[in-house]
């Protein structure tokens, strides 16, 4: 069965530490997402790569950097941690960019900085 | 602009009522694609069904029916004879042709059966 694994499903960490989201694919899918969800806010993008080194910004970029140095490993980095970047993050890949392949999603990190 | 709003931010029923859980979207795009995802309790998004904006075919599967509209741009989900097991956030998304790497989602619908 296909399969999008995230690394730790909960994280507590400090204002100030840099945080890494690691996120794993075993479908040889192009695409990965990263998205963050807030209640009544839904899912927005941080960051998506279509290919291997090759990333672009979504909607909410700001205070994350993001790295793909292998097709199937996407991570979502917090340079230095705030207490509004709590949140459920979600990774997701999909086979191509054509629009109509759907998303896989992992099970989702809950991030609580303190 | 692309935009999928979802107005039903949280609806409970009791086992065995019908539920409909409404999505209206926007787009530009002439070749689109409309998506309903489930999020159970466990938090991982699954996938439940995909429409192509030239097909508006309705669509049963099971208890699930969907009801696709292009002219009051509607992509409405049915749960017929709705089960604890449906108890969820429910997610309508959009994406486009000339867009694939984004997908535009609602606020989600939570949704929760009481036995």
């Known amino acids: 069965d296909v399969k999008v694994t995230q690394s730790s499903r909960y994280l507590v960490k400090r204002t100030g530490e840099k945080v890494f989201l690691e996120c794993v694919q075993d479908?040889?899918?192009?695409?990965m997402f990263w998205y963050r969800q807030d209640p009544g806010l839904g899912l927005r993008l941080i960051y998506f790569s279509y290919d291997v080194k090759m990333k672009e910004k979504g909607d909410i970029p700001e205070g994350y950097s993001v790295s793909r140095e292998k097709k199937e490993r996407f991570s979502l980095i917090l340079e230095s941690a705030s207490t509004n970047q709590t949140s459920m993050y979600l990774c997701?890949?999909?086979?191509?960019?054509?629009?109509?392949?759907?998303?896989?999603f992992g099970s989702g990190t809950q991030l609580s900085v303190l | 602009a692309q935009k999928v709003t979802q107005a039903q931010t949280e609806i409970s029923v009791v086992e065995k009522e019908d539920v409909t859980l409404d999505c209206v979207y926007e787009t530009r795009d002439t070749t689109y694609y409309l998506f309903w995802y489930k999020q159970p309790p466990s938090g991982e998004l699954v996938f439940l069904i995909r429409?192509?904006?030239?097909?508006?075919q309705n669509e049963i599967s099971g208890r699930y029916s969907w009801n696709f509209q292009k002219s009051t741009s509607s992509f409405n989900f049915t749960i017929t004879a709705s089960q604890v097991v449906d108890s969820a956030v429910y997610f309508c998304?959009?994406?486009?042709?000339?867009?694939?790497?984004?997908?535009?989602f609602g606020t989600g619908t939570s949704l929760t059966v009481i036995p």
């Open positions: 998304a959009l994406s486009g042709a000339n867009t694939g790497n984004q997908f535009y």
């Open positions: 479908m040889d899918h192009e695409n």
């Open positions: 429409r192509n904006s030239f097909d508006e």
């Open positions: 997701a890949s999909s086979l191509s960019s054509s629009g109509r392949e759907k998303l896989f």
